[in-house]
T-cell receptor, first 114, second 112 residues
Framework: KAGVTQTPRYLIKTRGQQVTLSCSPISGHRSVSWYQQTPGQGLQFLFEYFSETQRNKGNFPGRFSGRQFSNSRSEMNVSTLELGDSALYLC?????????????FGEGSRLTVL | GQQLNQSPQSMFIQEGEDVSMNCTSSSIFNTWLWYKQDPGEGPVLLIALYKAGELTSNGRLTAQFGITRKDSFLNISASIPSDVGIYFCAGRLIQGAQKLVFGQGTRLTINP
């Protein structure tokens, strides 16, 4: 069974630009969650999608957005990038129902903002 | 927001030693999970706990769901070099949106 796939793995952007990250969940998983990981803040929850609907949202500004498609694939977008957005962005999938909290993570997309 | 206090932040031990780490919170959780993250990888689920007082083992790893629902611990027995990494606790709140909250992590370093 293929794991969670995130693309791109690495990317470099400059302040003010926008970025789109993609996540393909494990086959059969209908829930996708996104986390931001930085050395100082640890793993911070961004949002969770289930069956194309946002089920939960973390405390991030509106520059951070996401969506889920009918095939459960998900994208997140960050607009007007700031230096502080440099981080590892992790996507995780789960079956979704029941919501057991058991997440399967991808390897992440490492974003550097210059 | 809800926080998990994970300790210690880092550990430096000798191969073969036992390891213990824990997470506490002022909030009540209905699920506790422990993950391990290797360099360049995403976290991998080690153990999931669903009932207060539950004690679960996975090989040399043992974790317990605190009876108050506000804490959990993870023990690793007879550590080996591949145990090196960052260990995260995570809790799912018993109320509200039931999102998963992560601790800050415990970085484990093993001297051979």
């Amino acid at each position: 069974k293929a794991g969670v796939t995130q693309t791109p793995r690495y990317l470099i952007k400059t302040r003010g630009q926008q970025v789109t990250l993609s996540c393909s969940p494990i086959s059969g998983h209908r829930s996708v969650s996104w986390y931001q990981q930085t050395p100082g803040q640890g793993l911070q929850f961004l949002f969770e999608y289930f069956s194309e609907t946002q089920r939960n949202k973390g405390n991030f500004p509106g520059r951070f957005s996401g969506r889920q498609f009918s095939n459960s694939r998900s994208e997140m977008n960050v607009s007007t990038l700031e230096l502080g957005d440099s981080a590892l962005y992790l996507c995780a999938s789960s079956r979704g129902q029941p919501n057991t909290g058991e997440l399967f993570f991808g390897e992440g997309s490492r974003l550097t903002v210059l | 927001g809800q926080q998990l206090n994970q300790s210690p932040q880092s550990m430096f031990i000798q191969e073969g030693e036992d390891v213990s780490m824990n997470c506490t919170s002022s909030s009540i959780f209905n699920t506790w999970l422990w993950y391990k993250q290797d360099p360049g990888e995403g976290p991998v689920l080690l153990i999931a706990l669903y009932k207060a007082g539950e004690l679960t083992s996975n090989g040399r790893l043992t974790a317990q769901f605190g009876i108050t629902r506000k804490d959990s611990f993870l023990n690793i027995s007879a550590s080996i070099p591949s145990d090196v990494g960052i260990y995260f606790c995570a809790g799912r709140l018993i109320q509200g949106a039931q999102k998963l909250v992560f601790g800050q992590g415990t970085r484990l370093t093993i001297n051979p």
